[in-house]
Structure formats: structure tokens, C-alpha cells
């Protein structure tokens, strides 16, 4: 019983590992040395391991003399390239035989990618007289690769077909690399500011108002100078304060002077009382 059941663990460990990774495209096409430049491409760019990660893919790989024209160009503009030669689906030469139409659109992983525009996510396949043409499904575009032999299938998870050269997807080499996630959310953002910024000039008509509150204020001012005249009794008693003011300080001054006069007038009175006492007292003497 133990045995059974160590096995079946080991038997359920191998169905795990063989469903989390399918196939490793850098181990198939390592052992097909004409494809060597293609499978460096592929891990330079990434995309190998993007591979890696589906369960189903058919791969139109091109040898060592075909993909020439593709080492040349930027990382980005080739993965881009070798992307829409990455079908989301299994084909090998028998299903391709068995197509029932003339022409069959399938998925890349480049429409995957979710940068693609239009139809440029997608391949045309055509059955002709001349045998299987791959192109892209874009309006115009030719049919220009076509099927030279199989490489390497695992049904149903990959199979590696030769293709005669590269597919060519109009407008592909041409887009701007997509902008980062937080980018989009940042432009939105910006018309936002933009009503802060009008808000300091709601600010200048306020700054008026005030202006013209000291405008009144001065207007009002030559108001009172008008009732002054109006009003001439309040300069005279004006002046009259301070005439009554000075007037004491001169009172003050004279009193003083006042004094001696009356100290002298009553000298004199008291004199001329006793002058006249004393002339009454000699007359009553007699």
C-alpha cells in the first residue's frame, strides 16, 4: 500500500510539473543549430520566456540566413516582429492540410500583448496553389512567408514550423513603445490643476473691491471739509478755546499786579483813616 501510494504522489508531482511548464523553447530550439540566432533573439528579448508561460502555441521560426534583416534592428521593434510569429494555438502540417477554408485568421501573441492596432495582432493562413502562405491579417498586407517544413510539435502544446522569411505586419515597426501604467492616470490628472491655476485670477477682482472701498473712503473725506463751512460755528468756537485759553494765562500773569494795587489803595484808605482818627482825636482833645 505504500508503495501504491508513493507512486501515485510521484505519478501527481510529474502531472504537476508537466502542466505548469509545457515546454521550454529555448531547450527545443537549441538542438537545431540552423535556428541558433533565432532562439537568441528570442531569449535577448524576452519573448522565450513569455512562450514559456502559455500552454498552447505554434511557433513560425526562421533559420540563421532569414532572420538576418531582424538581428539589425532594435530589441523592441524585433520582439514586436517575432511576437506576430508566435500563433495563440496548435497547428502542425496535418492541421494546416486540413483546413476547410481558403483563408483562416488566427490569434498572435503580439494582439496579446495589447499594444496592437487594427488587425495587426493577427495572421492570415492561406492554403494556395503554391502550398500554406502565412501574412498578416492587416488590410493589404501580402502573403509573403510560407511553410517550409515542420521542426519539432508536442501535441497539443507546441509545434515549430519553418517559415521562408519574416511576416511582414504594416505599421508595426512604427509605434511608440506603450507608456507605463501610471502615465495614463497622471495626464488626467493634469487638466486638474488647470482650474487652480484660474482660481488666482478670481482672486484680482477681490483685490478691486478693496480698492475701491479706499476710493470712497477718500471721497467721503471732502465731505467733512464741506460741512466745516457748512458749519462755520465750529471754527469760531475753535478759536474761541483757544483765546480763553491764553486769556488765563495772561489773568494768571496779571494778578500779581492786581494784587499790589489793591494792597496799595488799602494803604492808602487805612492811612487816610488813621489821618482822619487822628484829626478827630485832636479835635476832641480840645
Do not use: W
Not at 83 to 110: F, W
Not at 136 to 143: E, F, R, V, Y
Request: proline share 12%; aromatic share 6%.
Amino acid at each position: 500500500m505504500d508503495s501504491k501510494a508513493s507512486s501515485l504522489l510521484f505519478i501527481a508531482f510529474l502531472c504537476l510539473i508537466s502542466t505548469s511548464t509545457a515546454f521550454n523553447i529555448t531547450r527545443i530550439l537549441a538542438q537545431y543549430p540552423e535556428f541558433a540566432s533565432f532562439n537568441d533573439l528570442l531569449s535577448q528579448s524576452g519573448l522565450a520566456q513569455e512562450m514559456n508561460s502559455r500552454q498552447t502555441i505554434t511557433v513560425l521560426a526562421l533559420d540563421n540566413g532569414s532572420i538576418d534583416g531582424l538581428s539589425g534592428r532594435p530589441l523592441d521593434i524585433a520582439k514586436r516582429i517575432l511576437s506576430a510569429h508566435v500563433i495563440l494555438d496548435y497547428y502542425d502540417q496535418i492541421k494546416l492540410s486540413k483546413l476547410q477554408k481558403a483563408s483562416t485568421i488566427v490569434t498572435t501573441l503580439y494582439q496579446a500583448s495589447g499594444v496592437a492596432e487594427e488587425r495587426q495582432g493577427f495572421l492570415n493562413i492561406s492554403r494556395t496553389a503554391e502550398g500554406i502562405k502565412f501574412g498578416s491579417a492587416m488590410k493589404g498586407a501580402p502573403l509573403s512567408a510560407s511553410l517550409v517544413k515542420s521542426v519539432y510539435s508536442q501535441p497539443y502544446n507546441i509545434s515549430v514550423l519553418q517559415v521562408s522569411e519574416p511576416i511582414e505586419t504594416p505599421g508595426i515597426e512604427n509605434m511608440a513603445p506603450p507608456p507605463p501604467p501610471g502615465t495614463a492616470a497622471v495626464p488626467k490628472k493634469t487638466p486638474a490643476p488647470a482650474p487652480s491655476t484660474k482660481t488666482p485670477p478670481a482672486a484680482p477682482p477681490t483685490a478691486k473691491t478693496p480698492a475701491k472701498s479706499p476710493a470712497k473712503s477718500p471721497s467721503k473725506a471732502p465731505a467733512p471739509s464741506k460741512e466745516g463751512p457748512s458749519t462755520p460755528p465750529a471754527p469760531s468756537e475753535g478759536p474761541s478755546t483757544p483765546t480763553e485759553a491764553p486769556a488765563e494765562g495772561p489773568v494768571a500773569d496779571e494778578a500779581p499786579a492786581v494784587a499790589p494795587a489793591k494792597a496799595a489803595s488799602s494803604r492808602m484808605h487805612v492811612a487816610g483813616a488813621t489821618v482822619v482818627i487822628g484829626l478827630f482825636a485832636c479835635i476832641m482833645g480840645f
